[in-house]
């Protein structure tokens, strides 16, 4: 099992920045993927950032060149760099690891970007 935290989320003007870190009770290189999920109030989960454990990482279109995920295997802990923030990117964010049998979620942390 994995059990993880957020941490770093709040209120910022449009145009700023917040970093969010997922802390993770194991050593997140013996995890597949992690990644970085948001869901705004009436919509579905959506899948922001990815990394696996090779390195590589992947975007969604909506976040691509002002997003970028990011990791420290000697914290265990997996980052998201939030840059040019718009109001559309105000949700709730998730951290998820991705095991071979199972994934696990994070509590999640809210992120709210005024105009």
């Known amino acids: 099992q994995v059990q993880l935290v957020e941490s770093g989320g709040g209120l910022v003007q449009a145009g700023g920045s917040l970093r969010l870190s997922c802390a993770a009770s194991r050593r997140i290189f013996s995890i597949n993927a992690m990644g970085w999920y948001r869901q705004a109030p009436g919509k579905q989960r959506e899948l922001v950032a990815s990394?696996?454990?090779?390195?590589?990482?992947g975007y969604a279109d909506s976040v691509k060149g002002r997003f970028t995920i990011s990791r420290d295997n000697t914290k265990n802990t997996v980052y998201l760099q939030m840059n040019s923030l718009k109001p559309e990117d105000t949700a709730v964010y998730y951290c998820?690891?991705?095991?071979?049998?199972?994934?696990?979620w994070g509590q999640g942390t809210q992120v709210t970007v005024s105009s």
């Open positions: 990394i696996t454990r090779a390195g590589s990482t």
């Open positions: 998820n690891a991705l095991m071979i049998l199972d994934d696990y």
